[in-house]
C-alpha cells in the first residue's frame, strides 16, 4: 500500500472509531489571540471571553470551521467610541479598533433593542460567519449569515451586511452626540471599510455583543458543553 493510501485509510478509520472531537480540538487548539493587547485597546475581557467560548463552540460542534478572524463588536459600548475590533485568530494581533453604527431602531448613542425581524431596522446580537462581497447602493459590502435562529439567522433575508457610510464619523459623532445609524448593519468609516471586509471575508466570524439576558441564556455558542480551552497569547 502507498504512503497516501495509507494515510487515506488511517483517517477513515479514525473518523469511524469517533476521532472527530480530538479532530476538533485540534483544530480549536490553533486558535491564538493576543488577550493583553485586547484588552488594553478597550476590549472587555468578560465580553472576550464569550466571544472565543462562542467560536470554540462553533468549531468543535461543527458547524464552523476554524475562523481565521474574529471581529468583535460590542454594542454596550456608545456608539461615540470605538467598539469593534478584528483579530487575526492564527497570529493573534488585533488588527483593527474601529467605530461601528447600529441600527436605528436599536437605540440613539447606545443601542438598547435588539431584533432579526424583517424590517425592524435594528442589529442583531449572536454569531455570524462572513461570505462573499458584492457592490449595491451602499458600495462595497460584505455579505453575513447569521447562525443563532431567533437572534440573527434572517441576516441574508434582511440584507443585513458589512459596508462603509459617511455618517460613520468621528466628526458627525461630535457634532450629533451619537453615530449616524444603520437599517440594521454593522456600518464602517468609509475610508477603512474596504480593508476590514477584505481581511474578515470569507469564513471569518462576527461576535457581536449586547448584555441581553434571553440570548445570554439561550444562545447555543454560548451554552456548550465541554469544550476544549483555547490558546491564549500573552506577549
Not at 26 to 46: H, N, Q
Not at 191 to 210: E, K, L, P, Q
Request: hydrophobic content about 40%; aromatic content about 8%; glycine content about 8%.
Amino acid at each position: 500500500m502507498s504512503r497516501k493510501n495509507f494515510a487515506t485509510a488511517l483517517f477513515t478509520l479514525l473518523v469511524c472509531i469517533g476521532a472527530e472531537p480530538l479532530l476538533a480540538r485540534t483544530l480549536v487548539a490553533a486558535i491564538t489571540l493576543d488577550r493583553t493587547a485586547a484588552t488594553r485597546a478597550g476590549v472587555s475581557a468578560d465580553v472576550l471571553n464569550l466571544a472565543l467560548s462562542a467560536v470554540t463552540c462553533g468549531v468543535t460542534s461543527g458547524e464552523l470551521a476554524t475562523p481565521p478572524t474574529l471581529t468583535l463588536i460590542d454594542y454596550s459600548v456608545p456608539s461615540t467610541q470605538p467598539r469593534l475590533w478584528v483579530f487575526d485568530l492564527r497570529s493573534g494581533r488585533m488588527l483593527f479598533k474601529e467605530l461601528v453604527a447600529h441600527g436605528r431602531n436599536s437605540g440613539d448613542n447606545m443601542a438598547t433593542r435588539f431584533s432579526d425581524v424583517m424590517e425592524s431596522r435594528a442589529s442583531s446580537l449572536g454569531l455570524f460567519r462572513t461570505a462573499d462581497t458584492y457592490v449595491g447602493q451602499n458600495g462595497y459590502s460584505l455579505r453575513l449569515d447569521g447562525l443563532e435562529p431567533g437572534f440573527n439567522s434572517h441576516a441574508r433575508e434582511r440584507a443585513i451586511v458589512m459596508h462603509g457610510a459617511p455618517y460613520v464619523d468621528p466628526a458627525v459623532a461630535k457634532a450629533n452626540g451619537r453615530l449616524g445609524r444603520s437599517w440594521g448593519c454593522p456600518a464602517l468609516r468609509e475610508a477603512v471599510a474596504r480593508r476590514v471586509i477584505d481581511t474578515v471575508r470569507d469564513g471569518g466570524v462576527i461576535f457581536s455583543y449586547y448584555p441581553d439576558p434571553a440570548w445570554l441564556k439561550t444562545s447555543r455558542f454560548l451554552n456548550c458543553s465541554a469544550t476544549p480551552p483555547v490558546t491564549v497569547a500573552t506577549r
